[in-house]
């Protein structure tokens, strides 16, 4: 039963033109094809990747961080109180007013205590300054390192000039050995962050990133399996083209560099309209989706990588607005590029509350047998 599903699943007609097949990817007379066993390789890179991963932020990232002026915002700590953290983890970070009402009475706080006690609290959770310089100057390494690999890989390349070339002898176009490491390295990296997700900085477009990281990796090693190679590295290296800029727009903005930071980000949204707005859409998604019918007639693994493409050209618009905000934002002034998918600590100020907080501290203020407000103003480190 397995056999014949497999059998099914993997016909030729579903994933590659009439006339050809899986055959047509058999190694002979010294040409090398892509074969599905080469996928395995991308996870020891992906591990690889998350343990160089740590190692450049220890010796590399954190020492620049310093050279550059990073430097964290100490943040004063949410006094011990059980009721209060109780709420917050169990039940919401962000609390209802009448929650915050109630609260107040089964603590014998203000409702403004409590309101400064869940910003503190939340601020708490939030990733340090110096945490998204060490993620952004790893991207951006290897960003800049795969977007210049890649063009090494294809500026000799008759179809980097002449896109309709991608499909010139589909699908029995050898394996070049530069095209096997820019795409096993590529996946590999993908595969890393999609492994690291959960321990990394959560932006606003979480949901977005994870549709991203998915629709790429399905997308790379669909065109292996198949041999859209030649389509893959011209995708893979317009989307580089713009990422390195973009994180190196974050480093000098977590420095406080505001001119520089910028500049790059000026550049940044104009180099990622024109490639992934401009090139993609209208070159390489042309190329790929209205060009191979003057070839040949549609199936079903054409309709299937050219809805990945679809979806990640969703998510650039869906990024190009953000990014056109960003700019619209910074124009008028001179003032720093905020990230919009970032989760913006919360500011308190210092008024008359605050001398009323400390007065309850000091006296021992005491609720249920516990103190719930002590003099715990410890910062963050």
Partial sequence: ????????????????????????????????????????????????????????????????????????????????????????????????????????????????????????????????????FREASWRFTFYLFAFFAGLAVLVDKPWFYDMKLMWEDFPKMPLIPSQYWYYMIELGFYLSLLLSVASDVKRKDFREQIVHHVATILLISFSWLVNYIRAGTLIMIVHDAADYLMESAKMFNYAGWRRTCNVIFTLFAAVFIITRLVILPFWIIHTTWVYPLTLYPPFLGFYFFNGLMFVLQILHIFWAVLILRMVIKFLPGNDIVEDERSDKEETESEDEEGNEWREKMKNGHVQNGHTVLNNNHNKTD
């Fill in 1 to 132: 039963m397995l056999s014949w599903l497999s059998e099914q699943i993997w016909a030729d007609w579903i994933w590659f033109p009439e006339g050809h097949g899986w055959d047509d990817l058999k190694d002979h007379d010294g040409k090398v094809f892509p074969k599905t066993r080469d996928l395995w390789a991308t996870l020891p890179i992906a591990l690889g990747f998350l343990v160089i991963r740590q190692i450049f932020e220890r010796t590399v990232a954190i020492p620049l961080a310093s050279l550059l002026g990073v430097s964290d915002k100490q943040r004063l700590r949410a006094p011990t109180n059980p009721v209060l953290e109780s709420y917050f983890c169990s039940s919401s970070k962000h609390p209802t007013q009448s929650s915050i009402e109630s609260l107040s009475r089964q603590t014998g706080c203000s409702v403004r205590q409590v309101q400064r006690w869940f910003r503190r609290r939340r601020n708490q959770d939030r990733p340090s300054k110096l945490k998204k």
